[in-house]
Each structure stands twice: as structure tokens, then as C-alpha cells.
């Protein structure tokens, strides 16, 4: 039997939905008055959580990766996780009367600079999430890790897995590849590949790109998000954006048997996110003292 505390959070969020069309639908944003905001990073990073949360905002209408503004993947069969085709885009977000629209072409983080230049004035988050606990994550759900690995490695054409990726990428995690990988240590390498797209696109001289730490806005909301809507330009709604976040992923996959040499290879690249992390909040809190 269904409780009414289970369809409560469904019944609100269908109401918020619909009051937001309704009212935007007759007051309509001007283009000039609108921000377009593209969330990249590696799956199972938390970015459907971040999402989630700013759909809370009155002014947000949210693109998740399946919308309007996805289509088919040529290689993948009733999959739409592509992003359609950027003057379609465009003439899209050019008819959405929301003044926030959000979009999340994960799978095109290999082309974050160049949708960034597409789309004027628009501003890009990437996110990343400690690997063990992203790939604890993804196994636990997926059973690809080996299929998107070799995809990658083989550089299959009009495959979003090997997009973008450098030879270098592929010669760093070859010879981690040995016989009887398991599905972790492939994630594992799928998570090094994909993140590290964030520094061969330059994107950390990108003022118009936030990085964004999961545990860290998971255990601090309310100055994450703070934060946030700082980099956007855009005043804090309320603190009732952040009610989805919830430190109870944190830390799942610490016991996760990684083989060490893979594991030694994303803890550098986690070390690297960090110190940029670490770097750009010293700068943020001379900026904004009062958010610290």
C-alpha cells in the first residue's frame, strides 16, 4: 500500500512544475535576460543530483540528459543522450521562456569548450566525485564498464565514449588494460578518461566554467550552492534548493577492490581536483568574503 508521505514529494514537485510553466508561459524572459548553464563531468559524479536541486529555483526550467534537447546516439538504439545538433539548440532555448535553462549533455563533456563558444554568454559547471565512490556507483548499476572501456580504446567512430580522447588518454590507461580486468578497474580507467577531459580542454582558465566538488557541496549546501548562483550572477533563491542533498553517498565505495597501480593513477587526478579546487575557493572567498 502506498502512503500519502510517498507521493507527497511527487505531488509537490508536479505542482512547482506546473505553477512554473504557467507563470512563465505568460511573463516570458527576454533572450537578453537569459542564462544558458551546461553541466559536464563523468557519470555517476552527482550530476543528477545537482540538477534535481536546481529545479527547486522558481526561474529554473531543467534539460536532465533524456529532453528536448537530446536525440538519438547512432550506435545505441532508442537512446537519446546525444545533444541535438547547436542551431537547434539554440532555437530551442530561444523559445523556452524560463530565465535559468539548464542542460546536461554529459556525454558531450568532450566538447565543453566548443558548445561554451556556441552558445553566447552561456557558463558550464564540472563536477567530479571521488572515483571509488563513483564507480562503486556505476557498478552497482551498469553492467558496461568492460563494452565502454574497449569503446573507448578502440576509438569507435560516433562513439561519445572515445570522442575527444587523445592518444595520450588512451596511452596512459593501455597498460593498465591486462587479462581479466574486472568491471571496477575498467570504471575506474573510464573515470581517469573522462575527467580528465576537464585539463586538455583548458577548461580550469575558463572563467565562464565552475568546478564543483561532490562530497564537498554534499556537506556543505548552503555555501556550495551559495557559491553557485554567485559564479551565475543570479540572487540565492532560497535554501530550500538544497533540501534534495544528502551526505548518505558519501564514502560507499572506500572498501571498493581497486587494483593499486589504477587506483595510484586516479588518486593522482582526484589530487590534482583537489588542489585546483583548493586554489580557486581561496580566490572565490576574496571575492565573496561574506559566503565563507
Known sequence: MVRPTQILPEI??????????????????KNDEKQFLLVFGCQRSGTTMLLDCLDRDFRAKVFHEYSA????????????????KTEEVRKLVSECPFPLIISKPIVESHRAAQLLASFNGSKAIWIYRNYRDSVNS???????????????????????????????????IKPYCKPNLSAADAQALMWYARNMLYFEQDLSKLPSVMLIDYDEICRFPESGFRLLYAFLGLPYPRSSVTAAMSTKSIGLGANLNLSPPIAELCEDLMNRFEQLRISRENAQAKQHPTLF
Open 69 to 84: 534537447l537530446s536525440q538519438l546516439d547512432e550506435t545505441e538504439t532508442n537512446n537519446r543522450i546525444r545533444l541535438r
Open 138 to 172: 556505476h557498478v552497482n548499476k551498469f553492467k558496461t564498464q568492460h563494452y565502454n572501456l574497449q569503446s573507448l580504446l578502440e576509438k569507435r567512430k560516433s562513439n561519445w565514449r572515445s570522442e575527444g580522447v587523445s592518444d595520450e588518454i588512451v596511452s596512459t
Open 12 to 29: 509537490k514537485s508536479r505542482a512547482r512544475d506546473a505553477a512554473k510553466n504557467v507563470t512563465w508561459g505568460m511573463f516570458p524572459a
